[in-house]
T-cell receptor, first 116, second 114 residues
């Protein structure tokens, strides 16, 4: 079974440029998460999708961040414009469904973003 | 809001030494607890989890963790570490209501010297 796929693995951009990250969750997983992991920290949730609906985006900086999951499968996270402080690893995770029976979250390899 | 504390930022051990990594959480309700591991250059992987029942949980690769509710702790242990255990270890918690979102600690880097 394929795991969570993310691309690109690395991205270097100059500040004020836009950037997008793509995630394809494990097949059949309805719940999808985007996390940001700063250097020396644990992952922090940005947004959670149940199918195509963003059910928790309270931690997403909406002035510059946006996300979509149009068909309830793969998802894109965008930053426009990027700032120096956005340098981090952006992780995507998925699980079968919400709630206790939903199983653990499975993580992708992440996209390491460097903003110069 | 929930929080998770991992007090050991970097632990260095020799092979065959015993390991215990601390994890404390703050949440008064019922929780699920997890340890994830990230080997160098790899993605986060689930090591073990506690949902209910026996508070001593056994995971992969000889790891175990004990949930002590009175201490709000979920420490990770391994009796004899190997060089291949060199990795970053993250404790995480989620509540059993509503969103079931995960809250992670800051991680502990383990270096095992051959």
């Amino acid at each position: 079974e394929a795991g969570v796929v993310q691309s690109p693995r690395y991205k270097i951009i100059e500040k004020k440029q836009p950037v997008a990250f793509w995630c394809n969750p494990i097949s059949g997983h309805n719940t999808l998460y985007w996390y940001r992991q700063n250097l020396g920290q644990g992952p922090e949730l940005l947004i959670r999708y149940e199918n195509e609906e963003a059910v928790d985006d309270s931690q997403l900086p909406k002035d510059r961040f946006s996300a979509e999951r149009l068909k309830g499968v793969d998802s894109t996270l965008k930053i426009q414009p990027a700032e120096l402080g956005d340098s981090a690893v952006y992780l995507c995770a998925s699980r079968q469904k919400p709630g206790l029976a939903g199983g653990p979250q499975f993580f992708g390899p992440g996209t390491r973003l460097t903003v110069l | 809001a929930q929080s998770v504390s991992q007090h050991n930022h970097h632990v260095i051990l020799s092979e065959a030494a015993s390991l215990e990594l601390g994890c404390n959480y703050s949440y008064g309700g019922t929780v699920n607890l997890f340890w994830y591991v990230q080997y160098p250059g790899q993605h986060l992987q689930l090591l073990l989890k506690y949902f209910s029942g026996d508070p001593l949980v056994k995971g992969i690769k000889g790891f175990e963790a004990e949930f002590i509710k009175s201490k709000f702790s979920f420490n990770l242990r391994k009796p004899s570490v190997q060089w291949s255990d060199t990795a970053e270890y993250f404790c995480a918690v989620n509540d059993q209501t509503g969103a079931n979102n995960l809250f992670f600690g800051t991680g502990t880097r383990l270096t095992v010297i051959p």
